[in-house]
């Protein structure tokens, strides 16, 4: 199995809303990414979670808030989002060792009025 | 200057048509280099890493050119199926976190 899943394929929440996001894999990958992909650009890292533990933040604003409830699991907390923070939203796995070789989902695409 | 740069295009390409993109990055002490490809509102996926010796894969040539500082795609005898998005990714050089480029957008027409 070489699927990366996420849930759900397309948000659409306000301002005010408290959503998350949700990506699964079955690869016995241990590292796990958030990316945010807008039209025509590179994805862009959000955070990187390594044997469950976060070890990349990229500077992220906390109304974004990952977590990682075990090694096949990966959540995106959403809080107080803007309409700017619209855009594609990728899950990706890997091997610790091949962070090269990144499996993706097929993202979420999040819609913020 | 960015870390890793590509043409965005488009490349507009008749089938059959050969195609090439390059990449250029800026750490020279860049140590791995791949490609990967993204469809339309699809997720990317890795193409092919590309080796210090060049690699060939079906119509698809990786090289590098690590004293330019750059790596290329060669796409041979287009199918309308090649047309997508190729984005550059360099890792190493500080971080084991690839760095994506921006992408180059291939379509190729009938």
């Known amino acids: 199995d070489t699927e990366v899943t996420q849930t759900p394929k397309h948000l659409v929440m306000g301002m005010t809303n408290k959503k998350s996001l949700k990506c699964e894999q079955h690869m016995g990958h241990r590292a796990m990414y958030w990316y945010k992909q807008k039209a025509k650009k590179p994805p862009e890292l959000m955070f990187v979670y390594s044997y469950e533990k976060l070890s990349i933040n990229e500077s992220v604003p906390s109304r974004f808030s990952p977590e990682c409830p075990n090694s096949s699991l990966l959540n995106l907390h959403l809080h107080a989002l803007q309409p700017e923070d619209s855009a594609l939203y990728l899950c990706a796995s890997s091997q610790v060792s091949r962070a090269h070789e990144q499996y993706f989902g097929p993202g979420t695409r999040l819609t913020v009025t | 200057r960015k870390e890793v740069e590509q043409d965005p295009g488009p490349f507009n390409v008749p089938e059959g048509a050969t195609v090439a993109f390059n990449c250029t990055y800026s750490?020279?002490?860049?140590?791995?280099f791949f490609w990967y490809r993204q469809d339309c509102r699809k997720e990317p996926k890795l193409l092919m890493s590309v080796y210090s010796s060049g690699n060939e894969d079906g119509r698809f040539t990786a090289q590098l050119n690590r004293a330019s500082q750059y790596i290329s795609l060669l796409i041979r005898d287009s199918k309308l199926s090649d047309s997508a998005t190729y984005l550059c990714v360099v890792k190493g050089g500080g971080s084991y976190i690839p760095t994506f480029g921006r992408g180059t957008s291939l379509i190729v027409h009938p």
């Open positions: 750490n020279s002490a860049s140590q791995s």
